[in-house]
DNA sequence: CGTTCCCTTGAGTAGTTTCAATACTTGTGG
DNA sequence: CCACAAGTATTGAAACTACTCAAGGGAACG
């Protein structure tokens, strides 16, 4: 699961921007030349801080940026309460269905400092006249969006409030592991605890409460943004994590050709 | 907003299987010509009666299906308990998803008796690498799903249950709507108490609770799968309900040429 | 005309919220 | 290097929301 082997290392070297992108999932399906052909796609490279808006709700888009570093938080803002519906992660191109919507619906937002590669949308046009495995690939890439929304979804109708703040972290650190950025001792982020509380609906307070409650569990610790863990298989059962759903190994990783 | 004007009217005769795609929304954007190749692209239509999977989780998809007739449900099942984790109503390509995920993270199983036109990903292919104009539509038809999925994240998280039942069948009302289904007093589905339930994620009893609720604030009554309203503005403000998100008037509508 | 499925109601329990008060961290200017 | 301010984290108490279990009522279907 989720292994760093060698010619992930090699992606990363050649292909510095996107190397990430869907690794661990259908990358694997990509030849060299699409690989070049994804990297090239990006035309500049942009430093955000933290909580600058990469992408706004309603703003006709012209450009897509995927996260080469840090993350992101996909937020709904509704009476000044602001609702967290969506993270990424280091590969994830994280306003591409923006090429297909052009106007989101959310706000594209990071969370600490990250580095974005960014694309015109004239170059994917491109891409779906000229390169239709690719472009079915990055409609693959914002289908797995959709498919964690749907995980989400199910986990705020199913969970308390600890087991869904744990199920959040599980979901992380498999997402980190597919690009090879998890550590496997401590999940470090630049979350605030009621950036935890936006996530799940609930309060600042009751985010607190279900930390501690972890803690007590002896699950996990939460020190200052980084998420200590002795078991995750442990943390795993109590959140009733199953990665399936994540389309890396499991019963929905694509095994067949991809052309 | 969502009238039924005269040209939709043609659309339904002319293409009785898929007149209904993405029709408020970017449906305006089609020429004739899009609309045939579309309307030809289905090769079957078949009837379903209820609770039957029109795919299941995990298995491996080579056809995709568009809901010509009826009501859908997406379901997560975990531990004997079923959650809905999305709705379709007529004119939704259900699982278009499929083409581009091969395996569904859900199931899509039918609520009530549902017509569906059936397209091979074949036929797809074919439309990724011929129309790209097509292949962009479609694109976007399934992240409209996610845009909805969003919504549904955001409420689960914010409102409470009379509430979040509300803003389920505000958006229901407003999909119908789109596509020229839907009737001003009477919203009529095949849906039980306990679909809403587990709509909602909350108990059989509390679904009913909720239902009362609203009754007895005068904004709505259930009566056997009907729901009777007779101002949808106090139930839409009740529910926070903002229809932008569905991409129809508002906001995010696409209003630039789309080619 | 009874069985089954669905809906409804009541009572007690668990989970979550709000408000309020206190403590700890980090950064800034003196 | 200290003092203070701002932001973040923690705890307690009371109120509210939703849950479960249990029992009863009603409609639909054979």
Redesign the interface.
């Known amino acids: 699961m989720a292994r760093t082997d060698q010619s992930d290392r090699t992606d990363l070297v050649d292909f510095p921007t996107t190397g990430n992108f869907l690794r661990g999932r259908l990358r694997q399906h990509f030849d060299r030349d699409d690989q070049s052909y994804i990297e090239e796609l990006i035309q500049e490279e942009r430093v955000f801080s933290d909580g600058q808006v990469v992408m706004e709700?309603?703003q006709?888009a012209t450009i897509s940026a995927i996260l080469v570093d840090g993350f992101i938080f996909?937020t709904?803002e509704?009476?000044d309460?602001r609702?967290i519906?969506?993270l990424n992660v280091p590969g994830d191109f994280v306003d591409l269905?923006a090429f297909?919507?052009?106007?989101?619906?959310?706000n594209v937002v990071t969370a600490g400092n990250c580095k974005l590669g960014l694309v015109s949308h004239d170059r994917l046009?491109e891409t779906?006249?000229e390169r239709?495995k690719i472009?079915?690939a990055m409609?693959?890439a914002?289908?797995l969006?959709?498919?964690v929304?749907?995980?989400?979804?199910?986990i705020?109708?199913?969970l308390d409030a600890p087991q869904c703040v744990a199920h959040i972290f599980c979901e992380l650190q498999t997402r980190l592991e597919h690009v090879g950025r998890a550590s496997q001792k401590a999940l470090r982020t630049p979350f605030k605890q009621f950036d935890i509380a936006?996530m799940?609906?609930i309060s600042t307070v009751h985010a607190n409460r279900a930390i501690v409650a972890l803690k007590e569990m002896g699950l996990a610790e939460w020190r200052r943004g980084t998420l200590y863990v002795n078991d995750w298989q442990k943390l795993k059962e109590y959140a009733?994590f199953e990665a399936?759903?994540l389309?890396g190994e499991g019963?929905?990783?694509?095994s067949?050709p991809f052309e």
Chains 1, 2 share one sequence.
């Not at 929304?149 to 199910?154: C, F, L, P, Y």
């Open positions: 709700r309603a006709f996909r709904i509704q009476n309460r609702f519906v969506g269905h297909a919507l052009k106007r989101l619906d959310h046009d779906m006249r239709p472009a079915r409609w693959f914002t289908l969006d959709a498919a929304h749907r995980k989400w979804i199910q705020l109708e199913q936006d799940t609906g009733r399936d759903y389309y019963a929905l990783k694509l067949e």
